[in-house]
């Protein structure tokens, strides 16, 4: 099939980017969204011009690395999956396909499609960890878990920090992911302990970087990749909220 | 206490606890106007006693607090998350994932904001500072608010500001109910449909009662 391509190139961090567009022939149904854009790369450089740069690495679904705003959504068109997990099925002969980067203050675009993610690093660095050594891997029945807890720390867990929640927000708040990470760890007894400090760090860090603040709009759930739950930002304002004013 | 006041969810706990305690003045408030319905005296009588009862009158203060809180740190972290994406999208499509409501919670507000304003000049104002005939009541003296009031919705397009008024707060009470819960942690996956639900109901109990009764004095006039 034929596809009209909308792509956003920018030459650098400081450089004023602009939409091209290109007419790509001979796309099978057959590609993943990923590698339409290989097969359009290929062309490009056969043709003496530049690729268009874009993030991936596992191409599974794991990593978060490829993001790309795609007509309109983060990650394309399709529920719950990632950009490397789009399917050309989902697009027909003659669709036009508007390819973006990732637009926040926090997350200010590198090159082309490339939007730096390392914020969330940084709120990660602020209080996303346990500040004991916990050593080698423990016996797994020395500390019980409920068996709900743990499935639901899990369904915190899988956040590969993607970012498409900070992408789909109208205000680019960083909750969703601050709360899948402080939920994740808040549910485990490992954990619990600092739980009220972290999220307390990790949401002072995101203020700093720029992130705005949840309106509860819910933009960030229906476009996360991994279906993570807006309960998970209720738990972390409680976290938040019972701490108090004791920092 | 600055760490949790700087952070915004601090700041969102504000709107959250201004926003409830709104909530629930307008279910006080709507049950007096109920009282416009039962006729003349009626009214009277629940005007007179809200303006005297020593409860009401603390909570006067309280609430002119309550508003000022709501408005301002809402306005201050809607100015504030206006910075945060300084390139837009070229396309972009939340139609399907969020409410129009939810994306618009500030331009309700302001909508609001500008009825009360017009409200309280027609209403609390003139009750407030004088202006308003006082009538008799089995030797009681009290103000003939519901002339005031009445006199006011049997012009149409009076009613009509009034109902819009009510269809505002109905839209802005849709997203804000829920959301004063969310902000609170007051809230999971279950109660999250629940509080949605719960929150539609009183957004149309609101918005209903407050339409309805310039509704009824304007229909009123045809009939007679
Ligand atoms: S919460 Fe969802 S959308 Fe946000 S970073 Fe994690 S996986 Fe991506
Ligand atoms: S490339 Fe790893 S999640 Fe898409």
């Known amino acids: ?247 | 206490m600055s760490s949790f006041l700087n952070a915004s969810v601090g700041r969102k706990f504000l709107v959250s606890i201004s926003g409830l305690f709104l909530i629930t003045f307008l279910a006080v408030h709507l049950a007096v106007n109920l009282f416009l319905l039962a006729g003349q005296e009626a009214y009277n009588m629940a005007a007179h006693f809200m303006a005297t009862n020593p409860a009401i009158k603390i909570m006067e203060p309280a609430l002119a607090l309550g508003f000022l809180l709501h408005i301002v740190v809402s306005a201050y972290l809607t100015v504030t998350n206006q910075g945060t994406r300084p390139q837009k999208y070229s396309m972009v499509d939340q139609r399907k994932t969020s409410s129009w409501p939810s994306r618009n919670m500030f331009v309700l507000g302001l909508l609001i904001l500008i009825f009360l304003a017009l409200h309280l000049s027609n209403f609390w104002y003139k009750m407030k500072f004088g202006g308003v005939a006082y009538i008799e009541y089995d030797g009681v003296q009290v103000q003939d608010a519901y002339t005031l009031v009445t006199g006011k919705f049997v012009i149409w397009w009076y009613a009509l500001i009034y109902v819009a008024g009510a269809v505002f707060l109905r839209l802005h009470l849709l997203h804000g109910f829920q959301s004063a819960f969310q902000t609170l942690g007051l809230s999971n996956q279950l109660w999250y449909k629940r509080l949605t639900v719960i929150g539609t109901v009183y957004a149309l109990i609101i918005a209903a009662g407050f339409a309805i009764i310039p509704v009824w004095f304007l229909a009123g006039t045809f009939l007679n």
């Open chain 1, 1 to 247: 099939m034929d596809i009209k391509l909308k792509i956003w190139r920018q030459e650098g961090p400081k450089s004023e980017g602009s939409f091209v567009d290109y007419n790509l022939t001979g796309v099978s149904k057959d590609m993943s969204f990923l590698e339409m854009l290989d097969f359009l790369n290929k062309k490009l450089i056969e043709n003496g011009d530049d690729p268009v740069v874009f993030e991936h690495d596992c191409r599974e679904g794991i990593c978060g690395s490829c993001a790309l705003f795609i007509n309109g959504r983060p990650h394309g068109p399709d529920d719950l999956v990632t950009t490397c997990e789009l399917r050309m099925t989902k697009f027909n002969d003659g669709d036009t396909i508007v390819i973006e980067p990732w637009r926040a203050k926090s997350f200010p675009v590198i090159k082309d499609l490339v939007a730096d993610r390392h914020a969330f690093d940084k709120i990660m660095e602020a209080g996303g960890f346990i500040s004991v050594n916990t050593g080698s891997a423990p016996e797994a029945n020395s500390i019980p878990v409920p068996r709900e807890k743990a499935d639901e720390a899990f369904d915190a867990a899988v956040c590969i920090g993607c970012g498409a929640c900070v992408a789909a927000c109208k205000n680019s708040s960083a909750m969703l992911f601050v709360a899948a990470k402080v939920s994740h760890l808040a549910l485990l007894p490992q954990g619990r302990a600092e739980s009220g400090k972290r999220a307390r760090a990790m949401l002072a860090k995101m203020d700093e970087l720029g992130f705005g603040s949840c309106t509860n709009t819910g933009a960030c759930e229906a476009e996360c990749p991994k279906g993570i739950s807006l309960a998970h930002i209720a738990r972390l304002n409680r976290e938040f909220l019972k701490e108090g004013f004791r920092s």
